[in-house]
């Protein structure tokens, strides 16, 4: 089974601080990507990545970075978190390609910040 | 206009009943129509996935894709306490989601 693992489930992180969101996949897809979910928002992306050392923004990058420096991890930065990051994160990853089979999902990580 | 639009719910339901999520969409450019599923506190999980317009079963849910109309639905048939979750539909090819119906099934 493909499994995408996040390193935290809960995480509450004072304001200002810069905050770490780890996740690891573990069967070589190529694309890797983080997700926020808010209660009446959906899924939202902030960044995804096609390859090592790759970034792309998503539709909500602003207050976050990201780093692939190889090929099974990829992790979401928050320079100065604020309460308005407060939010459930996703990564997922996939493989490329025509055929798209969809995304596996981590169990998320639900941050809050004080 | 949002890409995709989902209603959000919440649904509740007797056990045994029949559950029809819908969602729409308005990119005529996606190929690939799927639907995941969210137990409370976890991520979500492929339940569903269909290339092209019509029927695909897989016990007791049945994925729906009408092209034409930009409409696709997930149907649950006898469903159970178990199928209680959030209910995500999702379109290729990088995947835009929808809002998420949250569904109850009470016995």
């Known amino acids: 089974d493909v499994k995408v693992t996040q390193s935290s489930r809960y995480l509450v992180k004072r304001t200002g601080e810069k905050v770490f969101l780890e996740c690891v996949q573990d069967?070589?897809?190529?694309?890797m990507f983080w997700y926020r979910q808010d209660p009446g928002l959906g899924l939202r992306l902030i960044y995804f990545?096609?390859?090592?050392?790759?970034?792309e923004k998503g539709d909500i990058p602003e207050g976050y970075s990201v780093s692939r420096e190889k090929k099974e991890r990829f992790s979401l930065i928050l320079e100065s978190a604020s309460t308005n990051q407060t939010s459930m994160y996703l990564c997922?990853?996939?493989?490329?390609?025509?055929?798209?089979?969809?995304?596996?999902f981590g169990s998320g990580t639900r941050l809050t910040v004080v | 206009q949002k890409e995709v639009e989902q209603d959000p719910g919440p649904l509740s339901v007797p056990e045994g009943a029949i559950v029809s999520l819908n969602c729409t969409y308005s990119?005529?450019?996606?190929?690939?129509f799927m639907w995941y599923r969210q137990y409370s506190r976890k991520g979500p999980e492929l339940l569903m996935y269909?290339?092209?317009?019509g029927n695909k079963e897989d016990g007791r849910f049945t994925a729906q894709v009408d092209k034409s109309s930009k409409y696709i639905s997930l149907f649950i048939r006898d469903s159970q306490p178990s199928d209680s979750a959030t209910y995500l539909c999702?379109?290729?090819?990088?995947?835009?989601f929808g809002q998420g119906t949250i569904l109850t099934v009470h016995p």
């Open positions: 997922a990853s996939s493989f490329s390609g025509g055929n798209n089979y969809g995304y596996t």
């Open positions: 069967m070589d897809h190529e694309n």
């Open positions: 990545s096609y390859d090592v050392k790759m970034k």
């Open positions: 990119n005529s450019a996606f190929q690939y």
């Open positions: 269909t290339y092209s317009s």
């Open positions: 999702a379109m290729s090819g990088q995947l835009t």
